[in-house]
C-alpha cells in the first residue's frame, strides 16, 4: 500500500479501487510459478489493480535487486544475485499464457554486471519472438553509459526502447542513485543513430518539486534527442522512507504538459496524475502511424 505523508492529503483524483483479491492470487500464482516478478509489485505501482484485471504486466528482470538507491523508488536495493539464464524463457512462456500482444520489459539497475544486463534483455526479445508475434517494449536502464552494451539491446530489435530521464535535472542529485541527465539524453541519441527508425520512449515524474518552466526544458531536452513517445505521471511516495511529495499536480497542469509535447513532435504522449512509463503501453504504439500491434 502507498504512503503518503499525513501533512500532504490525497486529493480526490488520486483515488484508485482496491485489486481484487481473486485477480491478484491468480496473477501472483502465474507469476510466481514461473518465478518472474513485476515492476507491478515490486515498485508499488498504483495502475497494478487496472492491469491484473486486464491480464497485462510489466516484467522486471534481472531479479528483484537494484545496485542503485533513488529516492522516489519502492524496488529493493542491495546485493543482487546471480543472472539466471532460464528467465527469458520464462517471461516469453508468461507473456503466451497471458496471451500478450505487446510485452513490456524492464529491470533492476545491475551495475555489478560488465553489460549493465543488456544481453538479458536481448535474450528475452529472442525468446518472445521465438514464440509469438508480439511486439516488445525494453525499458532500460542506462548502463553505465556503455556503448557497446547499448548496441546488444538495439541489436534485439524492440519495437520500443525506453528509458526514463524520470525527474527534471535539477533534482537528479536529490532523487537518482548514479544516473546522469546528460548520459540519459545521450542514451536515447544513440538509439536513434543506431536504428533510426526505432521507437524511443522516457517518462518523466512530477510532484517532485519542479517548476513548469524545468519540466517545458526537459520535454525540449528529450525532443532534441529525438524521444518518440512520453509519459508524465504524478510521483507518489513509497513509504515513509523515501523522500516526501512536494505537490499533488492538478489534472489541467497534466493536459497542459500534453499540449506542449505534443506540439513539439511527441508521436504519442499520455500524461495524467496515474500515469506510468510503461502505462497503457500498447495503446500508446498503436496512435503512433506506422506502428503494428499485432
Given at each position: 500500500?502507498?504512503?503518503?505523508?499525513?501533512?500532504?492529503?490525497?486529493?480526490?483524483?488520486?483515488?484508485?479501487?482496491?485489486?481484487?483479491?481473486?485477480?491478484?492470487?491468480?496473477?501472483?500464482?502465474?507469476?510466481?510459478?514461473?518465478?518472474?516478478?513485476?515492476?507491478?509489485?515490486?515498485?508499488?505501482?498504483?495502475?497494478?489493480?487496472?492491469?491484473?484485471?486486464?491480464?497485462?504486466?510489466?516484467?522486471?528482470?534481472?531479479?528483484?535487486?537494484?545496485?542503485?538507491?533513488?529516492?522516489?523508488?519502492?524496488?529493493?536495493?542491495?546485493?543482487?544475485?546471480?543472472?539466471?539464464?532460464?528467465?527469458?524463457?520464462?517471461?516469453?512462456?508468461?507473456?503466451?499464457?497471458?496471451?500478450?500482444?505487446?510485452?513490456?520489459?524492464?529491470?533492476?539497475?545491475?551495475?555489478?554486471?560488465?553489460?549493465?544486463?543488456?544481453?538479458?534483455?536481448?535474450?528475452?526479445?529472442?525468446?518472445?519472438?521465438?514464440?509469438?508475434?508480439?511486439?516488445?517494449?525494453?525499458?532500460?536502464?542506462?548502463?553505465?553509459?556503455?556503448?557497446?552494451?547499448?548496441?546488444?539491446?538495439?541489436?534485439?530489435?524492440?519495437?520500443?526502447?525506453?528509458?526514463?530521464?524520470?525527474?527534471?535535472?535539477?533534482?537528479?542529485?536529490?532523487?537518482?542513485?548514479?544516473?546522469?541527465?546528460?548520459?540519459?539524453l545521450a542514451l536515447l541519441a544513440r538509439v536513434k543513430r543506431l536504428a533510426p527508425g526505432m521507437r524511443t520512449k522516457s517518462s518523466l515524474m512530477v510532484g517532485v518539486g519542479e517548476t513548469e518552466e524545468e519540466v517545458c526544458a526537459t520535454l525540449r531536452d528529450l525532443r532534441a534527442a529525438e524521444c518518440d513517445l512520453l509519459t508524465i505521471g504524478q510521483y507518489l511516495r513509497p513509504s515513509l522512507h523515501h523522500a516526501p511529495?512536494?505537490?499533488?499536480?492538478?489534472?489541467?497542469?497534466?493536459?497542459?504538459?500534453?499540449?506542449?509535447?505534443?506540439?513539439?513532435?511527441?508521436?504519442?504522449?499520455?500524461?495524467?496524475?496515474?500515469?506510468?512509463?510503461?502505462?497503457?503501453?500498447?495503446?500508446?504504439?498503436?496512435?503512433?502511424?506506422?506502428?503494428?500491434?499485432?
Amino acid at each position: 500500500m502507498t504512503e503518503e505523508s499525513p501533512a500532504l492529503p490525497k486529493p480526490p483524483w488520486l483515488r484508485r479501487p482496491a485489486l481484487n483479491p481473486e485477480v491478484r492470487s491468480r496473477m501472483v500464482a502465474l507469476l510466481s510459478g514461473l518465478s518472474l516478478h513485476t515492476v507491478c509489485q515490486e515498485a508499488d505501482c498504483p495502475n497494478i489493480g487496472e492491469c491484473f484485471r486486464s491480464g497485462t504486466a510489466t516484467f522486471l528482470i534481472l531479479g528483484r535487486v537494484c545496485t542503485r538507491n533513488c529516492r522516489f523508488c519502492a524496488v529493493e536495493h542491495g546485493t543482487p544475485s546471480a543472472v539466471d539464464p532460464e528467465e527469458p524463457q520464462r517471461v516469453s512462456d508468461a507473456a503466451l499464457r497471458l496471451g500478450l500482444r505487446h510485452v513490456v520489459i524492464t529491470s533492476v539497475t545491475r551495475d555489478d554486471l560488465p553489460d549493465g544486463g543488456a544481453s538479458q534483455f536481448a535474450d528475452s526479445v529472442e525468446a518472445i519472438r521465438r514464440q509469438s508475434r508480439a511486439t516488445v517494449e525494453l525499458l532500460v536502464p542506462d548502463m553505465a553509459g556503455d556503448h557497446g552494451a547499448l548496441l546488444t539491446v538495439v541489436e534485439s530489435a524492440p519495437e520500443v526502447l525506453g528509458h526514463n530521464v524520470e525527474v527534471v535535472p535539477r533534482l537528479y542529485p536529490q532523487f537518482r542513485s548514479g544516473a546522469d541527465y546528460g548520459r540519459s539524453l545521450a542514451l536515447l541519441a544513440r538509439v536513434k543513430r543506431l536504428a533510426p527508425g526505432m521507437r524511443t520512449k522516457s517518462s518523466l515524474m512530477v510532484g517532485v518539486g519542479e517548476t513548469e518552466e524545468e519540466v517545458c526544458a526537459t520535454l525540449r531536452d528529450l525532443r532534441a534527442a529525438e524521444c518518440d513517445l512520453l509519459t508524465i505521471g504524478q510521483y507518489l511516495r513509497p513509504s515513509l522512507h523515501h523522500a516526501p511529495v512536494a505537490e499533488y499536480v492538478a489534472p489541467g497542469v497534466f493536459d497542459r504538459y500534453a499540449a506542449l509535447a505534443r506540439e513539439l513532435g511527441f508521436g504519442g504522449v499520455l500524461s495524467g496524475p496515474f500515469v506510468r512509463s510503461s502505462y497503457c503501453a500498447a495503446s500508446l504504439l498503436q496512435g503512433l502511424p506506422g506502428s503494428d500491434s499485432r
